[in-house]
């Protein structure tokens, strides 16, 4: 059962923007941690932006400026708005969400997409 879904890659020129989205249909009282990785092109897979469950966000220093995390108002879905796009930015960008379970919400659990390609053109 696919519980991790994204969408919104495709491919646009260098200076470009695109949104992707990422959906995680499964249930949880304790809320989850939701992030955005990528593996371009011959390169390990490396973090770019997270959102937890309190609302707090991170970035790479690669995406700073130029990459906005934000959730929806049921926080289950994540948006990454990719603005400024440039080559470096091509990748396999894949949705992670950690889900908090258990009566103390202590109890972890990871879940990950099948990812979505962004392809940038200079």
């Known amino acids: 059962q696919v519980q991790t879904v994204e969408s919104g890659g495709g491919s646009v020129q260098a200076g470009g923007s695109l949104r992707l989205s990422c959906d995680d249909s499964g249930y949880t009282l304790c809320g989850r941690d939701m992030s955005w990785y990528r593996q371009g092109p011959g390169k390990e897979r490396e973090f770019v932006s997270e959102?937890?469950?309190?609302?707090?966000?991170w970035y790479a220093d690669s995406v700073k400026g130029r990459f906005t995390i934000s959730q929806g108002k049921d926080k289950r879905t994540v948006y990454l708005q990719m603005n400024s796009l440039n080559s470096g930015d091509t990748a396999m960008y894949y949705c992670?969400?950690?889900?908090?379970?258990?009566?103390?919400?202590?109890?972890?659990?990871?879940?990950w997409g099948q990812g979505t390609q962004v392809t940038v053109s200079s």
């Open positions: 959102i937890d469950r309190m609302g707090s966000t």
């Open positions: 992670k969400s950690v889900r908090y379970a258990g009566s103390r919400c202590d109890i972890l659990t990871t879940y």
